[in-house]
């Protein structure tokens, strides 16, 4: 399977980062190593930082940085801890931070990791640290179901959220959920006809939002992009790869609060509320994968990549 990974949006994220070879870089979502490798090529007395929280991630990527000459830390870590991290290496600050969030190719691939709908004999899993005491099996068979509901809506945006909140609860006290197949049954289930002819898996936003309930995603994309810009050199970049609305606009967001976060009335001729600029933005716009990518990589249809420079 390594063969077929590929890296998303690889040259946008390689030029976004400014890569200077002597520089400090993290990456915070390891993955395959696609984006790692690329950044480790660049650097000549410069150190990578390359961060998951799945082992086997960190394993594969013994293998990867064999031989390559080049100072490799890899972390096994959430992104979210990203300054204790630093901290333990001790590392002040760095010249660029990329994250590319989500589920990985690897993990949505390996049937045994429960993250996909496709596969109904996988067991509900969906955790990105195997070592994480949260399943989705135990979120889909003791949660409540107005909390159920809450994150279908909230994660997911089902808007058959409800219908399907009160079937998983329904079906599940005739004998536990254990499987995805039978979860996509239920789901399946519980919406109209007319859900079910759209083009869309009718399983997808469910399965989305329960991985990001397992996993704290949107919770750990917060602190996270609360620490970064903090942790980063005058010029240093900050490139992110999100994959649905919730995680781009918590992007979009943080880098707006700290390049535009000034709370006076408008017209007031000196800022009196304290703020001090401390981000720029790079793009304007998310930059979104071409045409030739997006064949020769559905997954990263919905990628939206953001770069913002710390000044």
């Not at 984006?35 to 990578?48: C, F, N, Q, V, Y």
């Not at 590319?100 to 640290?129: H, I, K, T």
């Not at 397992?214 to 620490?227: H, I, T």
Request: proline content about 5%; glycine content about 8%.
């Amino acid at each position: 399977m390594a063969d077929k990974h590929i890296p998303v949006l690889l040259r946008e994220c390689i030029e976004g980062l400014n890569i200077k070879p002597d520089g400090i870089y993290i990456d915070g979502t390891l993955g395959r190593g696609g984006h790692s490798i690329e950044i480790a090529k660049r650097l000549d007395t410069g150190m990578l930082i390359a961060i998951d929280r799945d082992s086997a991630a960190i394993d594969a990527a013994k293998q990867l940085f064999s031989g390559l000459g080049k100072a490799v830390k890899t972390v096994k870590g959430n992104f979210c801890d990203l300054s204790d991290i630093m901290d333990d290496l001790g590392v002040e600050k760095a010249d660029g931070m990329l994250f590319d969030l989500g589920v990985s190719s690897p993990q949505l691939d390996d049937s045994e990791r429960g993250f996909s709908y496709s596969c109904s004999a996988a067991p509900l899993d969906m955790r990105m640290d195997r070592e994480a005491p949260l399943t989705a099996e135990a979120l889909v068979n003791t949660w409540p179901e107005a909390e159920i509901k809450r994150i279908l809506w909230e994660y997911g945006e089902e808007r058959y959220s409800g219908r399907i909140a009160a079937a998983i609860v329904r079906e599940r006290a005739k004998a536990p959920v254990v499987t995805a197949g039978r979860l996509v049954d239920i789901i399946r289930a519980a919406m109209p006809a007319s859900a079910l002819r759209e083009k869309q898996h009718p399983a997808k936003r469910s399965f989305q939002a329960i991985r990001i309930a397992v996993n704290d995603e949107l919770g750990a994309l917060e602190r996270m992009l609360q620490a970064a810009p903090d942790r980063l050199n005058s010029g240093g970049r900050l490139a992110v790869i999100s994959f649905h609305s919730l995680e781009d606009r918590l992007v979009k967001n943080a880098i707006r609060a700290r390049e535009n976060g000034c709370t006076c009335p408008p017209g007031m001729p000196v800022c009196a509320c304290g703020f001090v600029q401390t981000m720029r933005t790079i793009t304007k716009k998310p930059i979104v994968p071409g045409k030739d990518e997006i064949e020769n990589n559905p997954r990263a249809r919905s990628a939206r990549l953001r770069v913002a420079e710390r000044i």
